[in-house]
């Protein structure tokens, strides 16, 4: 069937997003209160990118992260429009860890189903959501994007799956962001092609240790079971080498009994605070200048925000 476009613009905001949260390579995920805002119009022509805050260096065409995520996804459903204008206001930094290509991808797909009339019904989430982690390479930052919360994510059958749980309300994520990038494809080549066996027994013990102290049980763990479910010896120790400070600011910080791992790829770390006195410990350990972020967790994941016009707000 030949999509058919929308004539007003829609808007989608997506959340920053932390993987990994240390044993859970590649599976868990957890959304985080920082956003991008992108805004994107069908029409009668041509290519109009306008970026704001971060990324707005990268280029503006037809390589933008989420434009090609935009036309792959419009291809699913059924045609291209005639020409694309779309505005990004961007907050999440870029080549830190913290999720800003899953944001792109996410986003681009959001806002292509939201452009189509009937989008939603002919592409669901789990479908939208499998296409993005298609597009991404690995679902663990585009699962908490497009969810919200924590979630585990999956491929079966050669497919992207995950769930969705609640986290507790006693959680308050702590991000350290240094004033200077790392590369996921550094990162990703520094990692052994096996790994010990007890290595990966280890890696499976901490991981459901963590998904079950911080659905439910975080309020009654103390700081020696959340240092010890965050525990990892799957990707961080391969890559300390390339991050030296990320490493050592993880180390002295862990010392002190907080749960501080890498934040995806790195080189910010997250650190997984239990009330405000951790977060203020955290806030005095920040190195000089590293920027320190106390975020909410966000549990909405990518949604469609009203666009306000001149007569009020309205819908897509």
């Known amino acids: 069937m030949r999509a058919a476009f929308r004539a007003g613009p829609v808007h989608v905001r997506v959340p920053a997003t932390s993987a990994n949260l240390g044993p859970g390579f590649d599976c868990l995920g957890l959304a985080l209160g920082l956003h991008d805002d992108v805004v994107a119009r069908a029409t009668d022509g041509g290519l109009d990118i306008d970026v704001a805050g971060e990324g707005e260096a990268l280029a503006r065409d037809e390589g933008h992260l989420v434009v090609r995520a935009m036309r792959a996804t419009f291809d699913k459903l059924g045609g291209q429009p005639y020409g694309l204008q779309l505005s990004c206001a961007n907050r999440i930094p870029h080549g830190r860890g913290l999720g ?16 189509v009339v009937g989008g939603e019904h002919r592409l669901p989430d789990a479908d939208a959501f499998a296409l993005a982690a298609r597009l ?11 969810y919200g919360g924590l979630t585990i994510a999956w491929t079966q059958d050669r497919r992207a799956r995950a769930v969705r749980a609640e986290v507790s ?23 052994p092609r096996t790994v010990p066996h007890a290595d990966a027994t280890h890696a499976a013990a901490r991981s459901a240790l963590l998904v079950a102290a911080l659905t439910g049980a975080l309020d009654g763990a103390g700081a020696d079971t959340l240092l010890a479910a965050t525990e990892d010896r799957l990707h961080q120790p391969y890559r300390a080498a390339n991050a030296p400070a990320t490493t050592e600011l993880i180390a002295g910080l862990r010392d002190r009994g907080l749960a501080a791992v890498v934040s995806g ?11 405000e006195v951790e977060v203020e410990i955290v806030t005095a350990a920040t190195p000089a200048g590293w920027r320190c972020d106390p975020l909410a967790v966000d549990v909405s994941g990518a949604r469609i925000v009203p666009v306000r016009t001149a007569t009020g707000p309205s819908g897509p």
């Open 100 to 115: 800003s290509s899953a944001a792109a991808i996410v986003a681009g797909v959001v806002l292509a189903r939201g452009l």
């Open 136 to 146: 991404e390479g690995h679902p663990d930052n585009v699962a908490a994007c497009f």
């Open 169 to 191: 309300d006693a959680l308050r994520p702590v991000v350290l962001v240094p004033p200077f990038e790392s590369s996921t494809a550094t990162a990703r080549g520094a990692l």
């Open 265 to 275: 790829a790195g080189p910010t770390v997250l650190v997984l605070a239990r009330d």
